[in-house]
């Protein structure tokens, strides 16, 4: 029997009774002679593994040695292809997290090359069964799934197993909003809060907490009634900095309701008063809204700020966002297109408009229906 040739390899079982398959696929460019092993638990696995590496090979593609950890290459991977990505550093860290208190726990003993749908799977029912949120568990099957793309890529997996399962779907939620009733009681609450304009800007215009929180005043043009969204405030590793807006959908031009634009110019000239106060502890960064010396304002303070009021005004616990949906939803209720409602709060499309805030359609639904009925004369 002849000699075997470069690229034909040879399976054989180890003493432990692990099968290892061995091919050698020629010269690297220095004259190295490629050499590469792969491991399994049954005859049947390494083969699999020997064809996809001459496949590889004979397509021109990157054969590797996959016989490291889950661990190993899912911290690899936050380190280096993670930051040279297009996802944001908030982003960033959160898939970090994610890493480190739920995939490498539960996964990260795996051989890579060894992981299943099946192993997943369990992860994934572990972690429903563990008490965390619908949404918690489906982000964490998206980091994975993202992970092990990456790692098909770099041909260190044959495929993503992570995409072999079905993501876990999250329930939908009417998002949380104020009645006009209670916008007005809460807008009278913080007249005089140092921050009413913050509240009165993410009530009227729909902005998202880190948007209005990273607004200059280079971005607002009272003078034409607008404001621009440029930026967005982020927290990364215990601090403050200013990112990129959430999609490209989220930079957009708002325009401002006429009692907005008043509200900005007192409040200009407040902060102004604050500046002499504050003498030479003050920060100027152009910030609208910053804190008492002028630097990014934590929202942990806004967040509070706003509680206060709304305790005040005895609607108990709104945040922000509620603010947001609450622009929304009085938008929608009074007839302005989804679309244009889509475009005011920077949604990447009009699907999650609709999705979000259905619960407010019927009426204008309502309101078609009789509109066909006037136009067909019945």
């Known amino acids: 029997m002849g000699r075997r040739g470069n690229g034909e390899g040879s399976i054989f079982q180890r003493a432990d009774g692990r099968w290892v398959a061995a091919v050698t696929l020629g010269r690297d460019d220095n004259g190295h002679i490629r050499r590469h092993r792969l491991y399994g638990k049954t005859r049947r696995e390494v083969a699999a593994k020997l064809r996809e590496a001459q496949r590889r090979e004979e397509d021109g593609e990157p054969v590797r040695n996959s016989h490291g950890t889950v661990a190993a290459f899912l911290t690899r991977w936050a380190a280096e292809a993670l930051p040279s990505s297009d996802v944001k550093p908030t982003t960033v860290e959160n898939y970090r997290i994610i890493i480190r208190k739920h995939l490498i726990p539960t996964l990260g003993h795996h051989q890579l ?17 563990s008490g965390l949120s619908p949404r918690t568990v489906q982000l964490i099957h998206a980091v994975l799934r993202r992970a092990l793309g990456q790692a098909v890529k770099w041909g260190e997996a044959r495929r993503n197993v992570a995409g072999l399962i079905d993501s876990p779907r999250v329930p939908r939620r009417e998002a949380e909003c104020l009645t006009p009733e209670h916008a007005q009681r809460l807008l009278e609450a913080s007249r005089n809060d140092r921050l009413f304009a913050l509240y009165a800007v993410a009530l009227a215009c729909g902005l998202r907490r880190g948007e209005a929180l990273a607004l200059r005043w280079t971005d607002v043009d009272l003078d034409a009634g607008h404001l621009r969204v440029a930026r967005t405030l982020s927290r990364v590793r215990g ?140």
């Open 113 to 129: 090359d060894a992981l299943t749908a099946a192993d997943v799977q369990r992860m994934v029912n572990a972690k429903r069964a």
């Open 239 to 378: 601090g403050l900095v200013l990112t990129e807006p959430k999609s490209a959908g989220s930079r957009r031009t708002v325009p401002l309701p006429r009692p907005c634009v008043e509200t900005l110019r007192a409040h200009r000239v407040r902060q102004a008063e604050e500046r002499l106060i504050a003498g030479s502890l003050w920060q100027d960064h152009g910030l609208v809204f910053p804190s008492r010396v002028g630097t990014l304002l934590d929202p942990r303070n806004a967040l509070r700020g706003l509680q206060a009021v709304s305790d005040a005004a005895g609607l108990g616990q709104v945040k922000i966002h509620t603010l947001r949906h609450t622009c929304a939803s009085l938008l929608l209720a009074q007839g302005v297109h989804p679309r244009v409602v889509m475009e005011t709060l920077g949604h990447s499309g009009i699907a999650i408009t609709m999705d979000v805030y259905s619960h407010v359609m019927p009426q204008q639904q309502r309101e078609a229906a009789d509109r066909m009925e006037a136009a067909l004369r019945w």
